[in-house]
C-alpha cells in the first residue's frame, strides 16, 4: 500500500526555521500532487500547501512568504522549508497524497513554537 513516511519536526524558537520531509513509497511519485496539512489543537485540519507534478505551487494565505513547498522526484520526496515561524504555527503537520481516488496520510509530526 501507499506509504508516506514524515520526519524533521521538533521544537523551535519564534523567528526559527524547520524543515519537514515525506518520503513516499509505492506510488510513482511523480504523477502525484503532494499537500501539507496542518492540525493545531481543537482545530480543524488545515491545507498548508500544494505542489502538483508540475510543480505548481499553493500555499494557505497564513503561511505565504514564509514556507515554501518542494519536491525531489529523484528521492521521492516533498519537503516543507518554513521560515519565521510563529506561535500559531504549532500543529501536527501531514502529509497527503491520492491514489485512484483514495486518500493517503502520513503519520504526522510535531511542530511547536515557543520560546
Known amino acids: 500500500q501507499v506509504q508516506l513516511a514524515e520526519s524533521g519536526g521538533g521544537l523551535v524558537q519564534p523567528g526559527g526555521s524547520l524543515r519537514l520531509s515525506c518520503a513516499a513509497s509505492r506510488i510513482i511519485f511523480s504523477i502525484h500532487t503532494m499537500d501539507w496539512y496542518r492540525q493545531a489543537p481543537g482545530k480543524q485540519r488545515e491545507l498548508v500547501a500544494t505542489i502538483t507534478t508540475g510543480s505548481s505551487t499553493n500555499y494557505a494565505d497564513s503561511v505565504k512568504g514564509r514556507f515554501t513547498i518542494s519536491r525531489d522526484n529523484a528521492k521521492n520526496t516533498v519537503y516543507l522549508q518554513m521560515n519565521s515561524l510563529k506561535p500559531e504555527d504549532t500543529a501536527v503537520y501531514y502529509c497527503?497524497?491520492?491514489?485512484?481516488?483514495?486518500?493517503?496520510w502520513g503519520q504526522g509530526t510535531q511542530v511547536t513554537v515557543s520560546s
Open positions: 497527503r497524497t491520492a491514489k485512484f481516488g483514495r486518500e493517503y
